[in-house]
């Protein structure tokens, strides 16, 4: 069954670090998530990106985040300067509509801010 | 008032009980709406979507939608130990490609 791809699965960083998450597509899907999920809170939007660019963006994502899909593969986040509180796991998932019928989700990388 | 409500549990059940999971939600305008699951530090895993009211059933899973009451359920049929999971709700009005998800709720079936 086609998977979404998620690396690293573990990423430490110092604060104020830049960090990009990557992220493989389910290689037939046209539409991009990223959400997070801070421990024992529930999962939320971060952006979705189709065509090319950022079709809608939550007020958590800020100029400190960004997504590009630098090929015709991946998908990453980029976060520019990271702080404690964007410790959390961040899940991309991808669709081949718009989401109205789900999304399918990859396994996340667990991001801790030091 | 939160958007989506969902107990946390955690939900204990000894197996093959039927488990009922619920969500409410407060904004009339949500029009789709998903149960994954989520296994301990692992992404969700899209289990039913819906759309509007009504029911939908996949195997031993059932879906329902009541708008009217702006709650929607999930039913589990005779309940596995490989059930035990988180059960998330999610919702979005349509028009948006971002859902809304509930806290989840804990289920743990008893072999």
């Known amino acids: 069954e086609p998977e979404v791809t998620q690396t690293p699965s573990h990423q430490v960083t110092q604060m104020g670090q830049e960090v990009i998450l990557r992220c493989v597509p389910i290689?037939?899907?046209?539409?991009f998530y990223w959400y997070r999920q801070i421990l024992g809170q529930k999962v939320e939007f971060l952006v979705s990106?189709?065509?090319?660019?950022?079709?809608?963006k939550s007020e958590i994502f800020d100029d400190q985040f960004s997504v590009e899909r630098p090929d015709g593969s991946n998908f990453t986040l980029k976060i520019r300067s990271t702080k404690l509180e964007d410790s959390a796991m961040y899940f991309c998932?991808?669709?081949?509509?718009?989401?109205?019928?789900?999304?399918?989700f990859g396994s996340g990388t667990r991001l801790t801010v030091v | 008032q939160k958007e989506v409500e969902q107990d946390p549990g955690p939900l204990s059940v000894p197996e093959g009980a039927i488990v009922s999971l619920n969500c409410t939600y407060s904004?009339?305008?949500?029009?789709?709406f998903m149960w994954y699951r989520q296994y301990s530090r692992k992404g969700p895993e899209l289990l039913m979507y819906t759309y509007s009211s009504g029911n939908k059933e996949d195997g031993r899973f059932t879906a329902q939608v009541d708008k009217s009451s702006k709650y929607i359920s999930l039913f589990i049929r005779d309940s596995q130990p490989s059930d035990s999971a988180t059960y998330l709700c999610?919702?979005?009005?349509?028009?948006?490609?971002?859902?809304?998800f509930g806290t989840g709720t804990r289920l743990k079936v008893l072999a």
């Open positions: 999610a919702m979005s009005a349509g028009g948006t490609y971002k859902y809304i």
């Open positions: 290689s037939n899907h046209l539409y």
């Open positions: 998932a991808s669709s081949e509509a718009d989401g109205r019928y789900g999304y399918t």
């Open positions: 904004n009339s305008a949500f029009q789709y």
């Open positions: 990106f189709y065509n090319n660019e950022i079709s809608e």
